[in-house]
């Protein structure tokens, strides 16, 4: 799992490189970590040129919704679309947590290893732990 910040009101489609740049994941066994994932789910925030424009060059499928300003029809995978909830509860239960949703910190490193340490938490939480 990989956290960008980005500063002030910035549209999140300004972090989607970095964002995609942190998000290796480590390989099972021996070997360099996987750098391009199979699909990326987002939501219509996602769905400019650039963002389809990066994934096409890269082999990666987009399973985002299309505007409905966007002549061109795309399809995409519905059942694959709903996994996005996850995303979005743990987004929610991070957002319980006070010092995340109001965003107490002014230093955006502590900030964001709070993020980070409230999303172990919540891991852990998961797994039966009583964190």
């Known amino acids: ?9 910035r549209h999140e489609q300004t972090a989607f490189r970095e964002l995609m740049h942190r998000g290796a994941v480590k390989r099972p066994g021996r070997g ?11 939501d219509k925030g996602y769905t400019g040129r650039p963002v389809r424009d990066y994934l096409r060059r890269h082999g990666i499928s987009a399973v985002i ?3 409905k300003t966007e002549r061109t029809p795309r399809l ?3 059942d694959l679309y709903r996994e996005r909830n996850v995303i979005e509860r743990l ?7 006070r010092r995340i949703a109001t965003r107490y910190d002014k230093l955006a490193a502590s900030y964001l290893a709070f993020v980070q340490i409230a999303s172990v938490i919540v891991w852990l939480r998961s797994l039966g732990g009583t964190a």
């Open 76 to 78: 995409m995978d519905r």
């Open 32 to 42: 360099r970590p996987k750098l391009r994932p199979r699909a990326i789910v987002g």
């Open 1 to 9: 799992m990989a956290f960008v910040l980005t500063p002030d009101h």
């Open 65 to 67: 919704p299309q505007l």
């Open 91 to 97: 987004v929610g239960r991070l957002k319980e947590y």
